[in-house]
């Protein structure tokens, strides 16, 4: 650092009572640097903190301006953060059997006073959705995909569709007429795949003498479904994929991500 | 009123919707330098509000557009709308820069700020901000709850959630096992494709047109005309049979629509040569495969020797090559799309008999 400013606080109770404060060994001990009040102590906030140091301690000006990023990207790791805990509040309340899933909802509506985990998750998943189109307008905009940054455009493409299938399994969970309807609809499509689906082109040529190897209750809708139709199956591999399966699997890659971002040499500018 | 109305509902045909799309993107391309004024964008944007406002006194318009899982898109398309005019007009600005010989903005500002507070703060703000908006959206609107699923019942229209309906409005013009499975895992390929053909250097980190001019338009056209229109159009234009009903049109379920298509083969073997089908489906659909391969094989070929002789010299020949062959699959839905309205051609190959329509 060539300059270390200090910002000398204004005197007054309460610098006296937050001067006190920093200086208790509970506070030092969570908080290894001083006050951020020096160029210093700016630095080590950012570095000794497990989340913060996601941050570089610098970064170009544009990257801060909110006509730059549309801040999208930001906020689409936030409403990941709010759907994580909002859906995990839901899981209590969830069984994700027939007999079970809709009515589990409806007590959900009916039950839970001044309820509205279910609003949040459904809203700010739809909300994600768009965030991450919009994330990766703006990317594509300002050619910040552009070399050294290919792979991580490239991740960030696997990340949109993982967002995708986490907001289409989704949508089977309330197991009301919209949720299997839509999901039939999505799902039928994988019945088409070329020679996965049995009604794909070239699947009745996957055949061992008269023996068809790809029918309804083996191809890739059935390996989707577990089972023929959006039934019982369906819906326990939705909710685990759900639940489980492609949040960690996105988790792992917004990782990957965050971290390239830095290593590419931070958010995007003219070289 | 119902004049205004009665016009609307004509703009919104899927012809007209998707001809006004193109030329919208178009004119905004074309007269970006005029439309970059703040004037122009929050005045389009008003206007957008007002018809939206002015709708929401039309019962059926109300009806559709008040459905919550629509909301979000009713948002999507206020911000679609201004992000698309905005990131142009970002481009404008720094596109007069350049040719001033300033250089982009992103230069100007490209001295470095603290972490610590100048961007925390912001995520801190933008953070609260959303978390209120998120709890005031969720108060005010239910989530929807229809009655318990019931797999003898199928509702009419049956659509996928919002995000694949513009997947769902390519099946009127293809087949599943394309419309489903093979042009979205192409979308996702071409994503991931496009900093590896795209070999042009500048605009690297900053916005502009004039340095990106072909890719902009390519991505404006496959993420705002193709993508995101379709999926307009897909919500609040198709109802029951995934008839056409126009913003302000009841949604009539006996609604009949003329569906007098033509497979190529028939044109060609009943209408041109006047004679019947030829009995094996090789030979009956020869016409259309050969004009299949000829679009996928031959004409990245000759495109190449002609019109993109500059990019195939720029390119190199496997940069090219898949290149054109993920453009020629992006346009082969506005072709078929024309081909339906203008020939009412159903199906260029179609032999059912092992599932492969094109």
Redesign the interface.
């Given at each position: 650092m060539a300059e270390t400013k200090t910002i000398a606080p204004a005197e007054g109770p309460g610098t006296r009572f937050w001067n006190w404060l920093t200086e208790t060994q509970i506070w030092t001990s969570v908080f290894r640097h001083g006050r951020?009040d020096s160029?210093r102590n700016?630095v080590l906030?950012?570095l000794s903190n497990v989340f913060?140091h996601l941050?570089?301690?610098?970064?170009?000006?544009?990257?801060?301006?909110?006509?730059?990023t549309?801040?999208m990207g930001?906020?689409s790791f936030?409403?990941f953060l709010?759907l994580t805990f909002t859906g995990l509040l839901l899981m209590f309340y969830y069984r994700p059997t027939l007999e079970y899933a809709?009515t589990d909802?409806?007590g959900l509506?009916e039950h839970v006073p001044l309820g509205?985990m279910?609003?949040?998750?459904?809203?700010?998943a739809?909300?994600m959705?768009?965030t991450v189109?919009?994330h990766?307008?703006?990317v594509?905009?300002?050619?910040?995909?552009?070399?050294p940054?290919?792979f991580n455009?490239?991740v960030g493409?696997?990340m949109?569709?993982l967002t995708?299938l986490l907001?289409?399994t989704g949508?089977l969970l309330?197991?009301?007429?919209?949720?299997?309807?839509?999901i039939?609809?999505?799902s039928?499509?994988?019945?088409?795949?070329?020679f996965l689906?049995y009604?794909?082109?070239?699947?009745?040529?996957l055949r061992l003498g008269d023996v068809p190897l790809i029918h309804a209750a083996d191809d890739a809708r059935f390996a989707l479904l577990g089972g023929t139709?959006?039934?019982e199956g369906a819906l326990l591999r939705f909710y685990v994929l759900h639940c489980v399966g492609l949040p960690l699997a996105i988790a792992v890659l917004m990782a990957v991500h965050f971290w390239r971002v830095r290593k590419d040499g931070g958010i995007?500018?003219?070289? | 009123m119902v004049l205004i109305k009665g016009f609307v509902n004509t703009l919104a045909d899927p012809r007209l919707f998707f001809l006004l799309a193109c030329v919208g993107l178009a004119v905004l391309i074309w007269k970006r330098e005029q439309l970059a004024s703040s004037a122009v964008g929050y005045g389009t944007l008003g206007f957008l509000g007002i018809f939206f406002v002015f709708g929401t006194f039309d019962p059926n318009f109300r009806l559709i557009v008040t459905k919550p899982?629509n909301v979000?898109i009713v948002?999507?398309i206020f911000?679609?709308a201004f992000?698309?005019w905005y990131?142009l007009r970002?481009?404008v600005l720094n596109d007069r820069r350049i040719a001033a010989g300033q250089?982009?903005?992103?230069?100007a500002?490209?001295?470095?700020?603290?972490?610590?507070?100048?961007?925390?703060y912001?995520?801190l703000i933008?953070?609260v901000l959303?978390?209120v908006l998120?709890?005031v959206?969720?108060?005010f609107?239910?989530?929807?709850?229809?009655?318990?699923?019931?797999?003898a019942?199928?509702?009419n229209p049956?659509?996928?959630?919002?995000?694949?309906l513009g997947?769902?409005e390519m099946l009127v013009y293809f087949?599943?096992?394309l419309?489903?499975?093979?042009l979205p895992g192409l979308i996702?390929a071409g994503?991931?494709a496009?900093?590896?053909i795209?070999r042009?250097?500048?605009?690297?980190?900053?916005?502009?047109f004039n340095e990106?001019k072909p890719e902009?338009v390519l991505?404006l056209f496959g993420?705002a005309v193709l993508w995101s229109s379709l999926i307009v159009l897909g919500t609040f234009l198709r109802g029951p049979n995934w008839n056409f009903f126009g913003p302000f049109e009841y949604w009539d379920i006996h609604k009949l629509a003329a569906l007098t298509n033509v497979n190529l083969s028939e044109y060609f073997w009943i209408r041109m040569l006047k004679t019947g089908y030829p009995s094996a489906w090789a030979v009956r659909e020869l016409p259309g495969i050969v004009l299949v391969l000829l679009y996928v094989f031959a004409l990245p070929v000759l495109l190449g020797k002609s019109v993109f002789k500059g990019y195939y010299e720029k390119l190199g020949p496997s940069r090219y090559y898949v290149t054109a062959f993920l453009f020629l699959a992006m346009m082969s839905l506005p072709l078929k799309m024309l081909a339906r309205w203008i020939l009412n051609l159903k199906y260029v190959v179609a032999?059912p008999e092992?599932?492969?329509n094109i």
């Open positions: 951020p160029d700016r906030v950012v913060l941050h570089p301690v610098r970064l170009r000006k544009s990257g801060v301006r909110l006509r730059y549309w801040c930001g906020l936030f409403l709010v809709y909802i409806v509506r509205i279910r609003e949040m998750h459904r809203w700010g739809h909300a959705v768009i189109w919009l990766m307008f703006r594509f905009m300002t050619g910040s995909y552009k070399p940054r290919e455009w490239s493409v696997v949109l569709v995708l907001s289409f949508y309330p197991w009301d007429q919209l949720a299997i309807w839509a039939t609809v999505g039928n499509m994988a019945r088409a795949t070329p689906g009604e794909g082109p070239g699947a009745q040529l139709f959006v039934g995007s500018g003219p070289l | 899982d979000p948002g999507l911000l679609l992000f698309v990131s970002e481009g250089g982009p903005i992103e230069k500002e490209s001295d470095r700020v603290w972490v610590w507070p100048d961007l925390v912001i995520e933008a953070l959303c978390s998120l709890i959206w969720s108060i609107l239910k989530a929807p709850l229809e009655q318990p699923a019931n797999p019942n199928t509702p049956s659509k996928a959630p919002w995000y694949f997947l769902q087949d599943p096992w419309a489903g499975v093979v996702i994503l991931i496009i900093p590896y795209d042009n250097p500048k605009g690297n980190g900053y916005y502009t990106r902009i991505f993420f032999i092992i599932f492969f």
